[in-house]
Structures are given as structure tokens and as C-alpha cells.
């Protein structure tokens, strides 16, 4: 079946534009992560729903970072008046269950945003 | 708290020599620890996981991984490396009672033919 998809998969944007990011998980999946992943560094978290609720938000690095996830599917991570060092890959994962540390988390592709 | 290390940023083998990627953990509580290969403008795919089950995990492609606790370390393996090997390498370790994922920084994997 169809794994995790982003959208774009590219993104140039100017200093202080507000960008938008979607992430399609997989069909039926009840969790959903956002993670940022800095250029030679590993994924870092941001935010994690489930379904509709967003459980945490604590990776969030400033309040220009928005999340949502209002029918408890696709989700969108909204950046508002970007900068520079919002330059990253956006890596979006989804798995079956409700949050667990066994759970295997299935990531998309990622959206590279460039800030320029 | 819990965290990875992963002990070389870069790893170089000659096709069909072994590989070994290191990685050592911490965690406060009982850990399930992930390995994670990333292609080039590909996505995160799972390796392996171990979740307090048999400590040598197999996972797909021939590798396998180890938990040792006492050393508190899952380095992952193979036996023989194959050029389609090379790319990126991520330990993960995730605390029990918590759905985060904690990374390492990343071992990138070259295979020389």
C-alpha cells in the first residue's frame, strides 16, 4: 500500500514568508510526528498527534511553528514569517497504534525548505 | 533521559567485507532501540528493532544488531557489504512509556568496490 507522503518535497521561500508544509500518513494510522533534520545532524522531534489531538508540541522551536491535524489525517506544519535557521528537512512519520516505544514509526520522503 | 551515540560519523568497507556501525545508548528505563537506513531523497526506512525480546535482532538485507545492556550498546552488522549498502545510518532509542524517538547524528556508510 501507499507509505507516508509529503508535500512539496522541495521549498525555496524569501526570509519572513509563511510557508506550509502537508503530510499524508499512512491510511488508518493513529499516530503522526513531525521531525526537523538540521544539514549532517539526525531527525529531531517537534510535535506528535493523536488522531485530531496534539499530545505534544514540546519540540516546537518557537511559537512561528504551528501544527494541526483537524480530521485526524493529513496534518499540516505551518512556519510563519520564516528565517534562515528554519532551513531544514521536514520529515513527517505516521504508526498504527496510539504512541508507544515499541512502535515502528513509518517516515515520507521529507520537505527540504531552503530560507533564503 | 535518554539518548544515542553513534560512535563514527563515516565508515568505509570494500564490497563484501563486514560492516559495523556503532551505537551506544542511555536510557532511564527500559529501551527500544531502532536502526534506520536513509537513501539519498528517500525516506527513513526500518532496519531492525529490538523490543526487550531476544537481544540479536535480524533485520532485512542481512543486517543484524546485538542489544547488550551491560555495555549498553546495539551496533548493528553485516556480514558481507554490497554497494547498494551505502547511505546514511541512524540509531534510535526510545524510552519505555514514551512514543519519542531519539536519534543519533548519523553514520554515513561508503562501500568501495
Known amino acids: 500500500g501507499a507509505g507516508v507522503s509529503q508535500s512539496p518535497r522541495y521549498k525555496v521561500a524569501k526570509r519572513g514568508q509563511d510557508v506550509a508544509l502537508r503530510c499524508d500518513p499512512i491510511s488508518g494510522h493513529v499516530s503522526l510526528f513531525w521531525y526537523q533534520q538540521a544539514l549532517g545532524q539526525g531527525p529531531e522531534f517537534l510535535t506528535y498527534?493523536?488522531?485530531?489531538?496534539?499530545?505534544?508540541k514540546s519540540g516546537l522551536p518557537s511559537d512561528r511553528f504551528f501544527a494541526e491535524r483537524p480530521e485526524g489525517s493529513v496534518s499540516t506544519l505551518k512556519i510563519q514569517r520564516t528565517q534562515q535557521e528554519d532551513s531544514a528537512v521536514y520529515l513527517c512519520a505516521s504508526s498504527p497504534t496510539g504512541g508507544s516505544s515499541t512502535d515502528t514509526q513509518y517516515f515520507g520522503p521529507g520537505t527540504r525548505l531552503t530560507v533564503l | 533521559a535518554q539518548s544515542v551515540t553513534q560512535l563514527d560519523s563515516h565508515v568505509s568497507v570494500s564490497e563484501g567485507t563486514p560492516v559495523l556501525l556503532r551505537c551506544n545508548y542511555s536510557s532511564s528505563y527500559s529501551p527500544s532501540l531502532f536502526w534506520y537506513v536513509q537513501h539519498p531523497n528517500k525516506g527513513l526506512q526500518l532496519l531492525l528493532k529490538?523490543?526487550?525480546?531476544?537481544?540479536l535482532v535480524k533485520g532485512i538485507n542481512g543486517f543484524e544488531a546485538e542489544f547488550k545492556k551491560s555495555e549498553t550498546s546495539f551496533h548493528l552488522t553485516k556480514p558481507s557489504a554490497h554497494m547498494s549498502d551505502a547511505a546514511e545510518y541512524f540509531c534510535v532509542v526510545s524510552d519505555l512509556g514514551t512514543y519519542k524517538y531519539n536519534f543519533g547524528t548519523g553514520t554515513r556508510l561508503k562501500v568501495l568496490a
Open positions: 498527534f493523536q488522531n485530531e489531538a496534539q499530545l505534544d
Open positions: 529490538y523490543t526487550s525480546a531476544a537481544t
